[in-house]
């Protein structure tokens, strides 16, 4: 337990408070600016979402509005290996993807590898009942979503057994 500190009490009660963010840390009007965010309301979320997800840090601060009023509002700053909320919000999406276990391919990638029609490896595994494992993985600029993938060795038993 800290220590009375009697000299914080006196400066308390006469208004003598620094209001300053802490060093190192960013409030979220600077997170709106950093990333060119029309309104502070999108970057409340946006820095919010990213300190679920891990990637940034946050703490309860009082700040002092221009007209003198205080309020409670939070600071975040980034978690290392990021230097910047940019830049951890550039990485958010990598962060949060699940990393799909060797052996295990798109039947769009497997088409294109094999020169075969994904239609007809669509039949072909829809005959032989294979069933997909779905992981969340990014697709082009679309963001995180559920894809099936399927084992390679099954793939190829199916283009096999039909040659």
């Not at 220590?3 to 409030?27: C, I, N």
């Amino acid at each position: 337990m800290k220590r009375f500190d009697a000299h914080a009490l006196v400066a308390a009660m006469h208004g003598a408070r620094d209001y300053s963010v802490p060093k190192g840390w960013t409030t979220i009007e600077q997170i709106r600016e950093e990333l060119n965010l029309a309104y502070t309301r999108n970057a409340s979320s946006r820095a919010y979402d990213l300190f679920r997800s891990g990637l940034l840090e946050r703490q309860p601060h009082q700040s002092k509005a221009k007209t003198g009023q205080c309020h409670q509002c939070y600071v975040y700053r980034p978690v290392k290996p990021y230097r910047s909320i940019k830049e951890a919000s550039d990485n958010s999406t990598k962060v949060r993807e699940e990393k799909v276990p060797k052996g295990f391919v798109r039947i769009m990638d497997y088409a294109i590898g094999a020169n075969v029609s994904h239609v007809a490896i669509r039949a072909r595994v829809e005959r032989a009942a294979l069933k997909p494992k779905y992981f969340k993985t990014s697709r082009g600029i679309s963001g995180l979503h559920l894809n099936a993938y399927y084992r390679k060795a099954d793939l190829d038993r199916l283009l096999r057994k039909a040659s």
